[in-house]
């Protein structure tokens, strides 16, 4: 699905135009390439308190610019994991105000902290809790598809840290910005970086077509073995994309009585990797829903997602140290008109792997939800005209993401250090107005 306007804000003409007119001005985002060996193509600088001698230790593996002064940025990390009191947290404004004019394009920003909730000290807690807000607004301030999110970086998740940058520092993170991200400990590492699912067993489901089949070819790309599931009527495209990417298929409707039972039978060697992305809407107002509209999109996003894991969980073919990852959506956050059904079932995922989360710890299995704002797919396409130029443009990156920024996020929570997270939700939404 294209978006003319952002050709049209590019061209030379536009450009000027926009500029004029005081209109927004998206600019095209940098991504990820296949091939792509190096996260960052320019200038890290690294600065702050001590998590930076964590990330000085790996910083040659992630570009081969690396400042603690220096030129045009195009990543940079701050440690303000050690700003306890409100006098200190000027440091911020001291890093940060001379290198935002010096920013290039698509440039990356992290921030570390630790969680306010582990800080006995009340002035302390409320110091790094002051983060969010700076992060927040930072983000907002940024131009030419810049990004910034906050990292609070749990006691042990140092470990985690490469993994991390990794995604959050490249243009894999490209539509993420303004999120907040809680890291922890976490027993398993990626062992090769180029493959980093390598001998990992995936299911998408709804990975036909739309975001799930990106999902479905990000995760082989990152070396899994991939499944992929699909109602029978898209079997001809699934069984294509299945073959291309050298996975299997199943074609299985997710609310059949017995899907749980297929699923099961038909994963025999189990699975390591669980991404519920199939999902559908139904859109009407409370007034005029009907009881089978309400009942098609509990029953396809937030039921069979619930009975499927669990039933993967009871059986024992979902595996120690697996990762489950659960499509919602802004909606579910912010609720959204016409979509009081769809947003109960995404917000009861995020629900879900809140209250999963700590249940699933002492397997090392994570859960959580990847909640994307506005991506061009066929769904977004059928929303009228008005609508969707709103959806665009009320974001701070002035755009909808694609399919590749959802696919990357679920790649990057998939991978073995990823367990530092689980029981939360990252927006992948361009900074979307809607619910932040
Ligand atoms: N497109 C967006 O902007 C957007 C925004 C937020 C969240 N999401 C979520 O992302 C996910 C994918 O969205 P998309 O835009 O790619 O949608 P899509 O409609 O293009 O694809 C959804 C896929 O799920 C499959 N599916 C539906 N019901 C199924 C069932 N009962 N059993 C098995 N498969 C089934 C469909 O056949 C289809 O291939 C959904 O969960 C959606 O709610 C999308």
Known sequence: MSDRYIDFANSALGHRLVGALGLPSPVRLERWEAGRLRPVNGALLIGGGPLTQNVSAFA??????????GPKLKAVVFDASDLMQTGQLKQLREFFQPLMKNLEHSAHLVIFGRAPETLSDPFAASAQRALEGFSRSLAKELRNGGTLQLLYVGAGAEGQLEGALRFFLSPKSAYVSGQVVRLNACDTQVQDWTRPLAGRTALVTGAARGIGASIAETLARDGAQVVLLDVPPAKTDLDALAARLGGHSIALDICAEDAAAQLIEQLPNGIDIVVHNAGITRDKTLANMTPEFWDAVLAVNLNAPQVLTKALLDSGALHDNARVILLASISGIAGNRGQANYAASKAGLIGLAQ????????????????APGFIETRMTAQIPFTLR??????????QGGLPQDVAEAVAWLAQPGSGAVSGQALRVCGQSVLGA
Do not use: C, D, F, H
């Open 60 to 69: 040659n593996k992630l570009t081969e610019q690396i400042y603690s002064y």
């Open 355 to 370: 209250a999963w989360a700590p249940l699933l710890a002492a397997r090392g299995i994570s859960i959580n939800a990847v």
């Open 389 to 398: 130029e709103a959806g665009r443009r009320m974001s701070s990156l002035g």
